[in-house]
Structures are given as structure tokens and as C-alpha cells.
């Protein structure tokens, strides 16, 4: 298994331009999430999943937009990229919800908006 | 989510053992306890989980409070591999955010 993969690993773009994160797994898993982590800080929750066609806002939704058409996929949408959006973001999945079975996170894209 | 309340960061020396505190006094009797690491520049990774019973893997122990209100992370010979933060969360099925802290940031002293 390649386990919980995302692209690409480094991205800058200029304020106002859009872009797409990409997520996938190949475990099967029911629940999705992303995270943003800022330098120095721990995660937060921007959108999760909890199977296709079902997606919920977390803590820090606004500028981001998500979907779910499939169990492997879930993109993370940036409409209009703005400097407070630099960050790392990471993606992560989970066999079901609930919390019996553990998390699994991507590596990470690196995202700088100039 | 119930809260969990981690000591921002703590020291320990190389091959000894190593016990990471959290407090979780608003847990509900559904509420797994996940604990979770981060190596510098890395994503995060799981380290192990429980719901009442103490739990033992090969990467640690997880010690749970008879109320389950405060568990313990033990690495039982810590090396500099080790250093890294760690984080206690609380996933539910109550609520399906799985949220983090800002756990506790564990440097090993060689």
C-alpha cells in the first residue's frame, strides 16, 4: 500500500490564483481529513469526511473548499490563495470515525502565497 | 471534542524512560485516547491508543487513569530519535472533528 499520498510536496503561489491539493489512499478508509499547521503551532482542522459525498466544515474552513466523489480522493481547493494561507497542509484518513482505529497522515504540501 | 491539557514541553535523558502526562477530565465514556507524534519536518504519526485498558505496542505504553481522566504516554528508553512533539487527542464519535493541541514538545538530552 502506498498509504495516504498528496500533491504536490511544494507549491508557491501569488495571491489571488487558485490551486488544488491533492489527497489519496488506497486503505479503503471511510473518514478523511486536512490539516493546516502554521510555523511553530500544532494542527488545525480545515474540512473532513466521513465517507463519499458526505463532508463537514472543521475549525478553520473559510477559503477552502473540499469534495469527496470517491473514497480514495479528497482535494482541497483554494479559491483566491492569500498570504494567511501559507502553511503546511496535511491530509490524513482513517479506517471509520469514532476513533477505534488510528489516523493515517500524508507527508505534507508545503504552500507559500506570495 | 473533550479537551486535553499537556504540558507544553519536558526533558528527559537519553535511555531513560520517558512519561508523558495528559489530562482529560471532560472525556466521555466513547472517547478513545489517540496519541500522536511529530518528528521535525514530518507529518504527524500514530503512536498508540486505548479507550480503558493500558495498551502496549512496540513503540510505547499507554497507561489510563481508573476514571480515564488523565492517561500517560511511556517510552520505555528514550533515544534521539525520540524527540519530537507529542500529542494526546480525543476522538469521538460524538463529533467527528478530530481535533489537536498543541501537545508537548519532548527534547532528549544526550
Known amino acids: 500500500n502506498a498509504g495516504v499520498t498528496q500533491t504536490p510536496k511544494f507549491q508557491v503561489l501569488k495571491t489571488g490564483q487558485s490551486m488544488t491539493l491533492q489527497c489519496a489512499q488506497d486503505m479503503n478508509h471511510e473518514y478523511m481529513s486536512w490539516y493546516r499547521q502554521d510555523p511553530g503551532m500544532g494542527l488545525r482542522l480545515i474540512h473532513y469526511?466521513?465517507?463519499?459525498?458526505?463532508?463537514d466544515q472543521g475549525e478553520v474552513p473559510n477559503g477552502y473548499n473540499v469534495s469527496r466523489s470517491t473514497t480514495e480522493d479528497f482535494p482541497l481547493r483554494l479559491l483566491s490563495a492569500a498570504p494567511s494561507q501559507t502553511s503546511v497542509y496535511f491530509c490524513?484518513?482513517?479506517?471509520?470515525?469514532?476513533?477505534?482505529?488510528?489516523?493515517?497522515f500524508g507527508p505534507g504540501t508545503r504552500l507559500t502565497v506570495l | 471534542d473533550a479537551k486535553t491539557t499537556q504540558p507544553n514541553s519536558m526533558e528527559s535523558n537519553e535511555e531513560e524512560p520517558v512519561h508523558l502526562p495528559c489530562n482529560h477530565s471532560?472525556?466521555?465514556?466513547?472517547?478513545?485516547i489517540h496519541w500522536y507524534r511529530q518528528l521535525p519536518s514530518q507529518g504527524p504519526e500514530y503512536v498508540i491508543h486505548?479507550?480503558?485498558s493500558n495498551v502496549n505496542n512496540r513503540m510505547a505504553s499507554l497507561a489510563i487513569a481508573e476514571d480515564r481522566k488523565s492517561s500517560t504516554l511511556i517510552l520505555h528508553r528514550a533515544t534521539l530519535r525520540d524527540a519530537a512533539v507529542y500529542y494526546c487527542i480525543l476522538p469521538s464519535n460524538r463529533d467527528d472533528k478530530i481535533i489537536f493541541g498543541k501537545g508537548t514538545r519532548l527534547h532528549i538530552l544526550p
Open positions: 469526511s466521513v465517507g463519499a459525498g458526505i463532508t
Open positions: 471532560t472525556i466521555s465514556g466513547t472517547d478513545y
Open positions: 486505548g479507550l480503558t
Open positions: 490524513a484518513s482513517s479506517y471509520s470515525r469514532g476513533g477505534r482505529y488510528e489516523q493515517f
